[in-house]
């Protein structure tokens, strides 16, 4: 079945850092691909998407690329801050005949320190 | 626009009850799935809900159900609850399909939080 995996945390920063959460997955079909974020109290929130092999996602200074040749969607930032302190999710979102399902990494947490 | 709305958000329930949980869509959103998260175990799909109908279902026991009613809102239910039923538990909802290719991102509330005594 389909998964995703993410490299485990937590990842300590200081504020300016180049950032890097590796995310790799399987699939049968031809998913899209997220990133999203979760603050603390908070539910997930989308930080950003590619819905094909080569698209680049961007958003807030973060971006991933959808890899298909080595099944990855990495997330990169060059400068970290503070305010970025949050756990961060990998998934892929696929539609089969039963309706779509999206499947979660196991989540990054992230501590930026000023 | 409001966005996706869970009730309770906090709750104490003790072993061998059962708690009903309810979530509202954005308005227009026909599609709800929800997930279980611990510290263990990450994010678990449970359901996903599309025009009162159940499309696909994860790997949970029978204790766990769900509903949704016309109006997009959906409840789920434990029944028989067990300490390790304490989680966060995620709403999500998605924009219909529209003719073209679904990209699947989905909306969550800010869960409810679920502590078994």
């Known amino acids: 079945g389909d998964s995703v995996t993410q490299m485990e945390g937590p990842v300590t920063l200081s504020e300016e850092a180049f950032l890097t959460i590796n995310c790799t997955y399987t699939a049968t079909g031809y998913p899209s691909l997220f990133w999203y974020v979760q603050y603390p109290g908070e539910g997930l929130q989308l930080l950003l998407k590619a819905t094909k092999a080569d698209d680049k996602g961007s958003n807030k200074g973060f971006e991933a690329t959808y890899r298909k040749e080595t099944t990855s969607f990495h997330l990169e930032k060059g400068s970290v801050q503070v305010s970025d302190s949050a756990v961060y999710f990998c998934a892929l979102s696929d539609q089969g005949t039963g309706g779509f399902k999206t499947i979660f990494g196991a989540g990054t947490r992230l501590f930026v320190k000023a | 626009k409001a966005g996706v709305t869970q009730t309770p958000r906090y709750l104490i329930k003790t072993r061998g009850q059962q708690v009903t949980l309810s979530c509202s869509p954005i308005s227009g959103h026909r599609s709800v799935s929800w997930y279980q998260q611990t510290p263990g175990q990450g994010l678990q799909f449970l359901f996903e809900?599309?025009?009162?109908?159940?499309?696909n279902k994860g790997n949970f026991p029978g204790r766990f159900s769900g509903r949704q009613f016309s109006n997009s809102r959906s409840e789920m239910n434990v029944s028989t609850l067990e300490l390790g039923d304490s989680a966060l538990y995620l709403c999500a909802s998605s924009l219909p399909l529209l003719g073209g290719r679904w990209t699947g991102e989905l909306f969550f509330g800010e869960g409810s939080r679920l502590t078994v005594l």
């Open positions: 809900y599309f025009s009162e109908t159940q499309r």
